[in-house]
């Protein structure tokens, strides 16, 4: 049990010799730090932030790609009572405009990032209309380079349980981003509840390749393992995206003890597994694989683990656990050393306040939701909606409170009040029940999309499509639709249109090219409607759309528009130059299902950011340092990318 009051207590008493982070850049790139060189480096940060006159409750904007600099500066500011305040940096216009918003959020904002990153939000804010943002921004910012040249010890700061540790702001949102408060209290009363819920020791090492700016990168995967003395590596997010099959074969490596995972990382390892095989991987020492982050599919836990089988990993290492930002990370967690665990409940039976009905997993009325265990250490959770508290077997709305529940968002009222009930427990926006004292997730009551870890709101894609002529707010609506069948949320964008469905087709393309663009997420359909369903105070009824399409109402129109979208004419593949021909061959062979033309935008076929990135790196294994991923969004087709690498190779 963890005995430190505040997470600057816990980095100096565990900053020793003999534990450490490995950051894992590349199959032989790698560099490992202890814990003691750690607490050093954090020192010598935060002597440069405060000789650039950062203070106490100063708040610092961790924009980086490189997780060892994040790192550093993290605990530099943790250790001089400076705010760190972690983004993701992404690749899109997405990312660099969410960054933009919450610097006009924070009270002392300065913003730590790098030369290369400067350069793209510097280009964003001329294309943007942001000048004078970007002017406030850049008078606020410290490079890398630079504040790593200066040497020294900063004076550190011993903060109250109740001071304000870090800001979390929420995963996908774009429109209007919510930083979720987090003081020490709620970081280390969480970090005890896992640590005992996990039968964490210090001989345990853990292995992640989830983002440091998502909180079960920080959190579950990197604060928790200093403050349970175990050795840890981090794998670059992208490293990931790029070659997910060296993730177990760095795991058989270092023998990695306790892993993590959402559901689209799993299927995504799959999927490059099915091409290509690993060679001497051992995986019986692993005893924990988290699975969390998005919605848990049953069958894809099976699929999973029976492939796995043969190298070692043992069934009971599949841990299926709920948790958020807004709960410092874990609200439940199963038992430790068992297998997971489903229930099979009837789809008609899930209405809010209705009593659950269980029946036999080959009803073809079933479905499975994995069982997500008891309340961790601290955390109350109770099902309710918002007059009621419900029996357990009666679905509702799952809401937390203890001291590993945040008090709030950061400046944001109006989000506090409409999550945190009169008697002071936090709505978490999910549905589910309880059954014999441990949680089901159902669903999600605020429409949520779940996308490779990340929860988008649908208004804030929306948003991102109102710059489009012709759509406004209230007639395009964009829904995660469930797919049993690709065991993923289908990505709809529907769009009131009642002209001729013959010239839909481009405006279509245009919806789909600029969501992926903007977001780097897959879009599955553009359907048109006849009318947006909404509720007599005017609010738009998403699921509605959601479930017609669910229940094939547009499967006519959708056949209709595909074929109205075939390629009048294509680029004959006997003209093609062996340049061309090449990337044309790396497209058919990552992209699953079908082939991409060679005049075909690589965004309006709706290519996910993961695909892309599986493409970027095959280009790179070719031709390396010849292609950066960001020149995939300025040369948008195979054409136009070979003409572009033509003077390169």
Not at 160 to 168: K, V
Not at 574 to 590: A, R, W
Request: proline fraction near 3%; charged fraction near 25%.
């Amino acid at each position: 049990m963890i005995t430190f009051s505040n997470l600057v207590e816990t980095l100096q008493q565990h900053a020793s010799p003999d534990r450490s982070i490995t950051y894992i850049e590349g199959k032989d790139k790698e560099l490992s730090i202890s814990y003691a060189d750690l607490h050093e480096r954090a020192l010598n940060r935060l002597f440069a932030l405060q000789q650039r006159g950062l203070s106490q409750g100063d708040e610092c904007i961790i924009f980086l790609r490189s997780n060892e600099d994040f790192i550093d500066v993290f605990w530099g500011c943790v250790l001089g009572g400076i705010i760190p305040v972690p983004i993701a940096v992404g690749i899109s216009d997405e990312h660099r405009s969410k960054l933009f918003k919450i610097f006009d959020k924070l009270e002392h904002p300065h913003l730590y990032t790098s030369d290369d990153i400067t350069e793209r939000l510097q280009a964003y804010a001329d294309e943007n209309q942001q000048a004078e943002t970007y002017k406030k921004i850049k008078e606020k910012t410290l490079l890398v380079n630079e504040i790593k040249s200066v040497s020294g010890k900063g004076e550190i700061h011993t903060p109250n349980a109740d001071d304000l540790a870090f800001i979390q702001f929420s995963s996908g949102s774009t429109s209007d981003p919510k930083g979720v408060m987090l003081t020490h209290k709620n970081i280390m009363t969480n970090l005890n509840a896992i640590g005992e819920g996990a039968k964490y020791n210090d001989q345990d090492i853990s292995f992640s390749w989830m983002p440091l700016t998502h909180d079960m990168g920080l959190i579950g995967f990197h604060l928790n393992m200093i403050a349970y003395r175990m050795s840890q590596c981090l794998m670059a997010t992208d490293l990931f995206s790029r070659r997910p099959l060296l993730w177990m074969e760095k795991v058989s490596e270092k023998k990695a003890t306790v892993l993590c995972s959402p559901n689209f990382g799993y299927k995504h390892f799959l999927k490059s597994l099915s091409k290509k095989s690993l060679d001497n991987v051992d995986l019986s020492g692993v005893r924990l694989i988290y699975n969390g982050a998005e919605p848990i599919s049953t069958e894809l836990c099976d699929t999973f683990l029976n492939t796995m089988k043969e190298y070692g990993l043992k069934r009971e290492t599949m841990f299926t656990v709920y948790g958020m930002a807004e709960a410092t990370l874990a609200v439940s967690f199963p038992v430790v050393n068992k297998e997971f665990r489903a229930v099979h409940v009837d789809r008609h039976s899930l209405k809010v306040g209705e009593k659950i009905k269980f029946i036999d997993e080959a009803n073809q009325d079933a479905l499975s939701f994995a069982i997500v265990g008891k309340p961790v250490l601290n955390c109350k959770v109770r099902i309710a909606d918002q007059e009621n508290v419900f029996a357990d077997e009666t679905v509702g709305s799952i809401q937390i409170a203890g001291p590993n529940v945040t008090q709030g968002y950061y400046k944001n009222e109006e989000a506090n009040h409409s999550v945190i009930t009169a008697d002071g427990w936090l709505d978490t926006g999910d549905l589910g029940f309880i059954f014999n004292d441990e949680l089901i997730i159902t669903g999600r009551a605020k429409d949520i999309i779940f996308a490779n870890g990340l929860n988008y709101y649908p208004h804030d894609l929306e948003d991102l499509l109102l710059g489009i002529d012709g759509l406004e707010l209230g007639k395009v609506v964009v829904y995660g639709v469930w797919n049993e069948k690709l065991q993923r949320d289908e990505l709809i964008i529907f769009i009131l249109y009642r002209a001729d469905i013959k010239d839909f087709a481009d405006l279509a393309k245009k919806a789909a090219r600029t969501l992926n663009e903007q977001s780097g997420l897959e879009i599955d359909h553009v359907i048109p409607v006849n009318r947006i369903p909404k509720t007599t105070s005017g609010k738009v009824q998403r699921r509605i759309l959601g479930d017609a399409y669910a229940e094939g109402e547009y499967a006519e129109v959708l056949s209709e528009i595909e074929k109205l979208s075939q390629p009048a004419e294509s680029t004959a593949e006997e003209s093609l130059t062996p340049l061309q021909q090449e990337l044309k061959m790396i497209c058919d062979d990552v992209i699953e299902g079908s082939t991409l033309g060679v005049n075909d935008n690589f965004f309006e076929s709706g290519i996910s950011s993961l695909t892309l990135a599986e493409i970027h790196q095959q280009i790179d294994d070719r031709y390396p340092g010849k292609v950066d991923v960001v020149d995939l969004f300025e040369y948008q087709t195979i054409i136009e990318l070979a003409e572009f690498m033509q003077d390169k190779v």
